[in-house]
């Protein structure tokens, strides 16, 4: 898992994102599937999805939708709120590739793992 870390950072700061931004990406991701008890190959799963985020410049539906969110439940209306629009007005702009990974993704991955700890301690 260090090594995908590893090269999601050094994907992340190729792609523009600071290294601050990228250190904290990877603690929340590893908070958040420490919380839902993930198994290796889904944090593997998620390092490699946003390693395509950052690499491609955008979020695609299939990254997001497919690759997160089969690991991560509501990932779109998480992200959704992250940025402070609503879902319908997301897709549209993921469709139009409107939505650049190293602007939002910060801020996606502070609120998914703000979101799953507290579903983790509803459990």
Not at 45 to 52: D, I, N, R
Request: with cysteine; glycine share 8%.
């Amino acid at each position: 898992m260090k090594n995908l870390s590893g090269k999601f950072k050094r994907k992340a700061l190729k792609a523009g994102m600071s290294e601050t931004e990228s250190n904290i990406i990877i603690i929340e991701i590893f908070e958040t599937c420490y919380n839902l008890g993930l198994k290796k190959e889904d944090v593997n799963g998620m390092f490699l999805a946003l390693e395509q985020m950052v690499t491609k410049g955008r979020i695609s539906s299939e990254d997001l939708r497919r690759k997160l969110g089969s690991r991560i439940p509501g990932v779109m209306n998480i992200m959704a709120d992250a940025i402070g629009i609503p879902i319908t007005e997301l897709d549209e702009m993921i469709r139009n590739g409107d939505v650049i990974s190293c602007n939002v993704l910060p801020e996606f991955i502070a609120k998914m793992n703000i979101v799953m700890s507290h579903q983790n301690k509803n459990y």
